[in-house]
């Protein structure tokens, strides 16, 4: 009897710490994550200030796509020069 109770206090023990441990993490994570998603946030807005994007956002402001705008410029430059000469055989 004595080894089941230690064994389920040792399940609590061990329950607790690692509930603590991975909350601390995950509170590690949602601040990461906010200032990846500000960051993320600035480059779309300077892109499409810079007119290489448009950002698409819903009625709460928040960035739901992007479309970029791709422009090109071909050109293309010849010139052909050559002689002619007639030989009699």
Do not use: P
């Not at 909350?23 to 807005?45: C, D, F, P, W």
């Not at 960035?63 to 030989?87: C, E, Y």
């Amino acid at each position: 009897m004595a080894q089941f109770i230690g064994t389920i206090i040792g399940a609590i023990v061990t329950w607790a710490l690692a509930y603590c441990y991975y909350m601390k993490a995950a509170q590690g994570l949602r601040s990461e994550t906010q200032k990846i998603r500000k960051l993320i946030t600035l480059v779309l807005r300077a892109m499409q200030d810079s007119d290489l994007a448009e950002v698409n956002c819903d009625e709460h402001g928040e960035i739901r796509g992007l479309n970029f705008k791709l422009k090109g410029i071909i050109s293309a430059k010849s010139s052909v020069t050559g002689s002619a000469s007639v030989t009699k055989k």
